[in-house]
């Protein structure tokens, strides 16, 4: 349902007048309070940790076990009979038999070459041409140690030196270094991986995306993004997922990893339960008039459990296209939440936003005029508002809104009220947002006694 007939229905809904008895809104799931085993772990090898995160498993197919970290060749680019790759198995030999042979193939990592504690490095050069379409494939190395590292050859390569993941096909626990192009995942799958430069030092790819996700994609849970840009989302493309993903942000060892944009966005995306370090720049960058992004239960400025990150962080500047950010996103200790442009049409609803220098902000005039708060006492909140819409109640310690307590229509020169009783020693903000879209900034904060 698009914000604009969600909003027009509530408004339809509430002529016979503005008052509206609610409870306060529930808790996010437990589940997505950090109970998984990212939260304050010593580091381990990564290959252990993702083995213990239950990633998807692979579908039933063919199984090629990959038995060395070379990438040799035997039997040349029509190769599809293991037993003519010679003693042992390359993962080039095991893509090209993929690519030769029909059906699903499950390529696994042997424990002799590749255990997480001492990952067997795989080191592609320029030579080492892979086949465009491997069909569908599952590269499986949920409890080894893979790492692939295409070093100076991330500058070299002119050949296809880089796999994709097509529709039905899944990467699982590997990690990719100084990679040479975008990973493209084009209705495939990608999950407790790490991508990017792995460190905090240097950047390799200034022009690629480290995932190019097309229509259909899903990109998590687990995985973690670095480099200069995580993840991009073309024109015209719909229906990418990027779930329970660590952009710029280590959660085994719990450092910082450089990433200039978490993510670029041109196409239709769902952004669920990631978290953005404070070392990402931008942590989305929407500067298209045809994307549209869904934001719920991200976390800006805070790790997984909520904890914040004591230290400079960025959150949201949307400057164009549409947005529909909530419910669950998380704000805390950035210089300003949310700041929208004047060619984006952002829906802000539900959100945990407070401690922040800034609030909600507008980077030229406001697009719509906050509501106000005209008192609160134990028997509920009352206000009135500028322009039809939905209010949102919030309670905070400043001038924000830390705990959604509720909603309720209102129609412009008309009074609205809501039956809750706010804390008392804090402040009642609210928000408005229009049927067309936009949310308005966090009204002036009334104390309650």
């Known amino acids: 349902m698009t914000p604009g007939l969600w909003l027009s229905m509530a408004l339809a809904a509430a002529l016979s007048g503005c008052t509206r008895t609610v409870e306060l809104f529930p808790a996010p799931p437990a589940a997505d309070a950090g109970s998984e085993p990212d939260a304050g772990r ?76 001492a990952p067997g490095v795989i080191r592609p050069t320029e030579a080492d041409e892979l086949p465009a379409d491997l069909g569908p494939l599952c590269l499986d190395a949920r409890d080894r140690g893979v790492v692939v590292d295409w070093g100076r050859s991330a500058t070299a390569c002119t050949r296809r030196c880089i796999w994709s993941l097509g529709p039905g096909s899944l990467m699982a626990g590997l990690v990719l270094l100084r990679m040479p192009a975008s990973l493209e995942v084009a209705g495939g799958q990608v999950a407790g991986c790490r991508l ?34 995580g993840l991009r989302v073309s024109a015209g493309q719909s229906n990418v997922l990027v779930i329970r993903n660590d952009f710029g942000w280590d959660p085994v060892t719990r450092v910082d990893l450089v990433l200039l944009v978490g993510a670029e966005l041109h196409g239709d995306v769902t952004l669920d339960d990631n978290v953005f370090g404070p070392a990402v720049v931008k942590p989305l960058l929407l500067e298209d008039g045809a994307a549209l992004a869904r934001l719920r239960n991200n976390r800006f400025g805070v790790d997984r459990d909520g904890a914040p990150f004591g230290r400079s962080s960025s959150g949201l500047a949307l400057g164009a296209g549409a947005a529909e950010v909530g419910p669950f996103n998380v704000f805390r200790g950035l210089p300003a939440a949310i700041s929208v442009g004047d060619a984006a049409r952002v829906r802000i609803s539900r959100n945990s936003i407070t ?41 905070d310690i400043g001038d924000q809104g830390e705990q959604f307590l509720g909603d309720v229509t209102c129609i412009t020169g008309s009074p609205w009220s809501i039956a809750l009783a706010p804390p008392r020693g804090r402040n009642v903000t609210a928000t408005i947002t229009r049927p067309t879209g936009q949310t308005s900034a966090f009204s002036a904060p009334l104390a309650v006694p």
């Not at 849970?221 to 480099?227: C, F, G, Y």
Request: charged share 15%; hydrophobic share 45%.
């Open 196 to 229: 990017g430069t792995d460190g905090a030092a240097a950047i390799y790819s200034l022009k690629a995306a480290v995932v190019e996700a097309r229509s259909g994609a899903v990109v998590g849970p687990h995985n973690v993004l670095s480099d200069a840009v």
């Open 42 to 117: 010593a580091a381990q090898p990564w290959g252990s940790y993702v083995g213990a995160l239950g990633l998807p498993s692979c579908p039933p197919g063919a199984l090629l076990e990959v038995s060395d970290t070379t990438t040799e060749l035997t039997g040349g680019r029509s190769l599809s009979d293991p037993a003519a790759a010679g003693p042992s198995l390359s993962i080039v030999e095991a893509m090209w038999i993929a690519a030769n042979r029909p059906g699903l193939e499950v390529i696994r990592f042997g424990a002799e070459a590749f255990p997480p504690e």
């Open 355 to 395: 401690g922040n220098a800034l609030g909600i902000v507008f980077q030229t005039s406001p697009q719509v005029p906050p509501p106000s708060v005209n008192s609160a006492d134990a028997s509920g909140v009352r206000g009135s508002c500028l322009v039809d819409g939905l209010v949102e109640v919030f309670s």
